[in-house]
């Protein structure tokens, strides 16, 4: 599809747990970042989009993503009139002097905006004061990024423990023996939800003081249950073992605080603020 043209109908997204919709209009522009114009950034201006929730109710989408690149440094369209378009990224990587940056890549950190920790991103790299632990380092495919899910863990990171355990294993696969060997899954920061299998997201509830609501297909957490603030304030985490370096042979464990999935839903999905913990099923 060439630049300036319309697009129907569309979907988005990795999952159909709530189908996005939304019609779309491809364009170039200039960008203008910390004072350097990139020109010829190719966009995609979203518009009249909604999103269908499991229990059929229809509501308006929220858009505002910047996208950094794809998986070719810059992109031609046009079979007799070529148009030459590029990434904000893919510009900055290619420039020399002091525009240059080492790598196409990028480097971002969301934070948490009820905790008052402020989002990060660093073009052609990443934040070394944002990463705790190890790096793993993974291939990509087609512009998407899969990476093996071997478990789900709850923990605590250290003093007393929310629960009668300080580590419990075994929830990805918990009564679903077909994920024994784990699952493919796409890391995707603009995605709203952790999208996983109706068991494991019903093996993780089961250890939390939460309320599964079918219209949202969503958990919202019993906020007059003593545990909530115990759990919400707690050293406690849900662990995410995934295989490092793209290797059969090692992992590594993203360790998830529950203060960050203690989440708000607002309107107009609800008529009052409602926490939630954002595990939603994609069966």
């Known amino acids: 599809m060439p630049p300036y043209g319309t697009w129907g109908d569309v979907d988005w997204g990795f999952t159909d747990a709530v ?12 960008i203008t970042i910390s004072g350097s114009p990139v020109p010829d950034v190719d966009l995609i201006i979203i518009y009249a989009g909604w999103q269908t929730y499991p229990g059929g109710q229809t509501y308006p989408l929220e858009v505002g993503i910047l996208s950094l690149g794809s998986p070719a440094i810059n992109q031609t369209f046009g079979n007799v009139i070529k148009i030459n378009t590029t990434f904000v990224t893919s510009y900055f990587y290619e420039q020399e002097g002091s525009l240059n940056i080492p790598s196409y890549s990028y480097g971002m950190h969301i934070g948490s905006a009820s905790l008052g920790i402020p989002g ?45 355990y300080t580590n419990k294993t075994g929830l990805l696969a918990q009564g679903n023996s077909s994920l024994d060997s784990g699952l493919s899954v796409i890391v995707d920061p603009a995605n709203p939800y952790i999208y996983l299998p109706q068991s494991s997201c019903d093996a993780i509830a089961a250890e939390l ?30 662990g995410f073992k995934f295989s490092k370096d793209n290797l059969n042979n090692d992992f590594i464990t993203i360790k998830v605080p529950f203060a960050l999935l203690n989440l708000t839903l607002e309107a107009p999905l609800v008529k009052t603020p409602t926490q939630y913990f954002p595990c939603m099923a994609t069966n």
């Open 19 to 30: 189908p996005v919709y939304a019609k779309a209009r491809r364009a170039t522009d200039y």
């Open 209 to 238: 003081p939460v309320t599964y609501h079918p219209d949202y297909s969503l958990y919202f957490w019993n906020t007059s249950d003593p545990q909530y603030d115990t759990i919400a304030t707690s050293p406690g985490y849900l």
């Open 120 to 164: 990060s991103l660093l073009l052609g790299g990443y934040d070394q004061n944002r990463v705790m632990g190890e790096v793993s380092s993974q291939a990509f495919s087609s512009g998407s990024f899969p990476i093996e899910l071997l478990d789900i863990t709850i923990g605590v990171a250290e003093g007393g423990s929310p629960w009668n």
